[in-house]
């Protein structure tokens, strides 16, 4: 069966970067592209962007350019999306996804002196 | 971007009612709309596609319509586990937008 598992909790400083990282299984990787989804109480839901898993291009919500960076490792069927210069406003809980039906456990970042 | 405005907020209703929750799209998506349910802690679970089509292993008391640019899931005969959160978002054009969300009591 189709799982994107993803990677722990992030406690991380401002200014600093974190990779999370989004390990997929039970299809053939390179088929499906990858997004990834913010979540906050505050904003809900917003769409970060997505990475084409075959030829690696990427698309990026106006919004998360320069945020965002998307990435991805066919050897090991995992994407990852690094963020950085992390403000408390990045403090969210992180989703991939391969839409529409399959999503990430969710990855919590922290952003805290 | 394509705004979906997302109604109500939060509803309380009984075991066995019927409720609706509805999502009003900024311009056209030609069907291009799912709905998500959400429990705490949890990633979201697909409920309907192309505004209509029922996801695989979802129970057939959920179902979607649209009226134009409006959208609507409705939820019949109302089971303890449907208490949670709902979205709706469009998928007709970049970037991908997402209902504010509406939470579901159950009474």
């Known amino acids: 069966q189709v799982q994107l598992q993803q990677s722990g909790a992030e406690l991380a400083k401002p200014g600093s970067s974190v990779k999370i990282s989004c390990k997929a299984s039970g299809y053939t990787f390179t088929s499906y592209d990858i997004s990834w989804i913010k979540q906050t109480t505050g904003q809900g839901l917003e769409y970060i962007g997505y990475?084409?898993?075959?030829?690696?291009?990427?698309y990026y919500n106006e919004k998360f350019k320069g945020k965002a960076t998307l990435t991805v490792d066919k050897s090991s069927s995992t994407a990852f999306m690094q963020l950085s210069s992390l403000t408390p406003e990045d403090t969210a809980v992180y989703y991939c996804?391969?839409?529409?039906?399959?999503w990430g456990q969710g990855t919590l970042v922290t952003v805290s002196s | 971007d394509i705004q979906m405005t997302q109604s109500p907020a939060s509803l309380s209703a009984s075991l066995g009612e019927t409720v609706s929750i509805e999502c009003l799209a900024s311009?056209?998506?030609?069907?291009?709309l799912a709905w998500y349910q959400q429990k705490p802690g949890k990633s979201p679970q697909l409920l309907i596609y192309?505004?209509?089509s029922l996801q695989d292993g979802v129970p057939s008391r959920f179902s979607g319509s649209e009226s134009g640019t409006q959208y609507s899931l409705e939820i019949n005969s109302l089971q303890p586990e449907d208490e949670g959160d709902y979205f709706c978002q469009q998928s007709y054009k970049f970037p991908l937008t997402f209902g504010s969300g509406t939470k579901l009591e159950i009474k």
């Open positions: 996804a391969r839409f529409l039906a399959y």
């Open positions: 990475i084409n898993t075959g030829s690696g291009g990427t």
């Open positions: 311009e056209d998506i030609y069907s291009n």
């Open positions: 192309y505004a209509s």
